[in-house]
């Protein structure tokens, strides 16, 4: 039987088997904890760049030490395919390295006037103590993504990650102890939203928040009782248009890798496909005969493509999202059901579903796993609006081998990055946020640097 106030972590591949026991954190222990943050952060902010930068690197070099480790726990906790998990570990190094190479050239002074007798320039500052709260789908970037850019410029953390991967988290604590982080730079706490709420409540200086639209507006109107900013990363239901001109032959792949890697538990995935009407019919044939090429099982087996969801909940809201479709009129072409030869866990087929209406659930919610719809256009302007027609703005894409039509197009989405083709904008030199519901601020690269910094303007004389 659990513990009183401990979170069980189970394996979403194998029956929810248990993996083990964390103790819930109380509302002494987070009071605790963000205690140490503001007792660390005087000392920790005065050190030099270079100084923060050599303990972070030490953290960096225990960090990937225990990449194979972290890769397996990963796919256990949570249900990503093994090699998806190693590329997760390797990414959130990509991550660590790029801050670390680039955090001198981020955080140095801008000058914005300087005369033969003043200089005016504009210094970066750390906040204080920052509550980063991270989800559960891509565990070891979302933490670097949330954690390593506001260390490095001087803020101390009070981390919270989901509490479907609170082992991974207990990693986090394990890796910043054997580092040597100096105490209450780096704290981890344990548990579910109400922990979130009272860390939320405590005293704090920033929130990075990674999670649901719903909890992100909830943390946003808190932020603003405490007067404090905050940088939020909340939900999308992406479009991708593919024009008449798009090379299938790129194409399909990118359409398969947006939508259902990790599941299609991801916050930038394709969720919303519209073709060109002259290629519907060849796109939907191409994408069946690739979802039947994929293996649905353990996320340990190297064979395996698509894992199962998180988490039993997680199931139950994609089929109510599909059974909603199926009772509106949509059809199932592909998928559409949990695989018969899996028994436990929480497996669902890759689907794709056509005669799509703008009233279903899996056209204006996000939609969390490997389900996605089809729709036709034949015009520019009403594959616009379709992929306008979301209240989120985190991410679209564009297939077209014509420079002024993605050109066109870019502008005309309203997404807070636009991907063209099969390139992505997910890379440690660039921001990632969104528009609309999809969130506020920006995270990674020079403006993630400089999100996790108070701007202060200094007059001086020369």
């Not at 225990?62 to 949570?78: G, P």
């Not at 986090?172 to 922990?195: C, F, K, M, R, T």
Request: hydrophobic share 40%.
């Amino acid at each position: 039987m659990p513990l009183p106030q401990s979170i069980i972590s189970t394996n979403p591949s194998r029956n929810f088997d248990v993996l083990g026991e964390v103790p819930m954190s109380s509302p002494d222990e987070v009071r605790a904890a963000l205690k140490k943050a503001h007792a660390a952060f005087p000392a920790w902010s005065r050190l030099s760049l270079p100084e923060r930068l050599a303990h972070m690197k030490r953290f960096r070099d225990v960090f990937m030490a225990r990449k194979d480790h972290l890769s397996t726990l990963i796919s256990q906790e949570m249900g990503m395919p093994i090699t998806q998990s190693h590329f997760n570990t390797e990414r959130a190094d990509r991550y660590m390295m790029w801050s670390l190479d680039h955090a001198e050239e981020s955080l140095s002074p801008l000058i914005t006037l300087q005369t033969e007798s003043e200089i005016n320039e504009v210094i970066y500052e750390p906040h204080g103590v920052v509550a980063c709260i991270s989800p559960w789908n891509f565990p070891a970037s979302n933490f670097v993504w949330a954690c390593f850019q506001a260390l490095i410029a001087g803020n101390t953390v009070v981390f919270k990650n989901s509490e479907d991967v609170q082992l991974f988290a207990c990693e986090i604590e394990s890796i910043a102890q054997e580092s040597a982080l100096p105490d209450g730079v780096l704290n981890v706490i344990y548990g579910d939203g109400q922990v979130a709420q009272n860390l939320i409540a405590g005293d704090i200086d920033f929130i990075c928040f990674t999670g649901s639209t719903r909890v992100g507006q909830l943390l946003y109107k808190q932020a603003a009782e405490k007067f404090i900013p905050c940088v939020l990363e909340m939900g999308g239901s992406d479009p991708a248009i593919v024009f008449a001109d798009a090379n299938l032959e790129k194409t399909i792949p990118a359409i398969y890798s947006g939508r259902f890697g990790n599941c299609g538990q991801v916050c930038t995935a394709l969720k919303r496909l519209i073709i060109h009407e002259s290629l519907f019919d060849d796109v939907a044939k191409r994408l069946q005969e690739t979802l039947t090429m994929q293996i649905v099982g353990d996320a340990l087996d190297p064979a395996t493509t698509i894992g199962p969801l998180v988490s039993q909940k997680q199931l139950d809201l994609l089929e109510s999202q599909v059974a909603d479709a199926l009772d509106k009129g949509a059809h199932i072409i592909s998928g559409g059901r949990r695989p018969p030869h899996l028994q436990g866990g929480s497996f669902y087929e890759p689907t794709l579903l056509t005669h799509v209406t703008p009233n279903m659930r899996i056209w204006h919610e996000e939609v969390f796993g490997p389900v996605l719809p089809l729709v036709p256009f034949s015009t520019y302007d009403e594959a616009i609006a379709l992929a306008n027609d979301t209240i989120y703005g985190l991410s679209a894409t564009i297939f077209t081998e014509d420079q002024a039509l993605a050109q066109r197009a870019t502008g005309d989405l309203k997404a807070g990055m636009v991907k063209v083709n099969h390139l992505l904008t997910s890379k440690p030199c660039n921001p990632f946020g969104g528009h609309k519901l999809s969130g506020i601020g920006l995270e990674n690269g020079t403006f993630g640097f400089h999100d996790v910094c108070r701007k202060k303007i200094i007059a001086r004389e020369i």
